[in-house]
């Protein structure tokens, strides 16, 4: 625990984690104004396609609506938790305080698991700011859609948890990630055109083999870790999409992945 707490004091001692908070304010805002404005505008009827009206009306029951707005906010959450996690390893070799850091604790391991278990301690601290926000406004939100509150629905808190664990398995891939790529501004960068630019285009990619090569395209992009995401939360099983459980087993796949290499390649890389 000491050594986690070394590694928060490091965080909270640099401005990018206020700047990080900063920007998340406005992005989650509009993810729920987002959210709200599509299950109010949304119309089955005006879909052509028989299959998407389906995933549509799924989408728009109920309980599906409620698990979405109570985890609003997911997708720019966990992008902040990612870049924070990575820059708790590269902010060491961009303060040049690696090496002191390693001849202070010359198990590697345990430096890398106290990151590990920092990165953490941030993601249940976004996803707790933001869920506890979500439970403030979106009963009124739910109530100018005309449906009830679902809070005693036991989805919803399943919908909550599982958003945790997803924010949880990002901080594990950001720090992985962060010790591939050394340089702070370029962890930042890239890990930040890949999760919105690469996501969307590797969406794109699988929409159009799907249209064009085979139906079951559709099913891999739960490849994607931003979709796996979403599929963890979604309230019950979505027509066209893997069972939920997929999402999950995906993104731990990622996240064990990424720590695993992470663990060992700070075990063996030369440290200056």
Do not use: C
């Amino acid at each position: 625990m000491r050594l986690v707490n070394a590694e928060l004091f490091k965080l909270r001692t640099t401005a990018i984690w206020w700047i990080m908070a900063i920007v998340l304010v406005p992005l989650y805002a509009a993810s729920v104004l987002a959210n709200w404005a599509q299950f109010a505008s949304t119309d089955p009827s005006q879909v052509g396609n028989d299959d998407q009206a389906e995933q549509v009306r799924a989408a728009l029951e109920p309980i599906n609506v409620a698990t979405s707005m109570y985890t609003s906010g997911q997708y720019f959450g966990v992008l902040i938790v990612l870049l924070l996690s990575a820059i708790i390893v590269t902010s060491e070799f961009f303060h040049l305080t690696a090496t002191s850091t390693f001849l202070v604790t010359p198990k590697r391991e345990s430096v890398i698991l106290a990151k590990f278990g920092a990165a953490v301690i941030v993601a249940v601290m976004v996803w707790l700011g933001t869920t506890i926000i979500n439970l403030i406004v979106v009963p009124p939100i739910m109530g100018q859609l005309d449906l009830s509150a679902s809070l005693g629905e036991p989805a919803v808190w399943r919908a909550i948890g599982l958003n945790l664990l997803a924010f949880v398995l990002w901080a594990v891939l950001g720090v992985g990630l962060g010790v591939l790529i050394r340089s702070q501004l370029a962890a930042t960068l890239i890990l930040g055109i890949l999760y919105v630019v690469g996501t969307s285009a590797i969406g794109l990619i699988f929409f159009l083999l799907t249209q064009y090569v085979a139906k079951w395209f559709e099913n891999l992009q739960v490849l994607i870790p931003t979709s796996a995401s979403q599929l963890m939360i979604s309230g019950t099983d979505l027509p066209g999409n893997p069972p939920r459980w997929v999402g999950a087993v995906v993104l731990i796949g990622y996240a064990v992945v990424a720590g695993v290499i992470g663990t060992l390649i700070t075990k063996r890389r030369d440290i200056s």
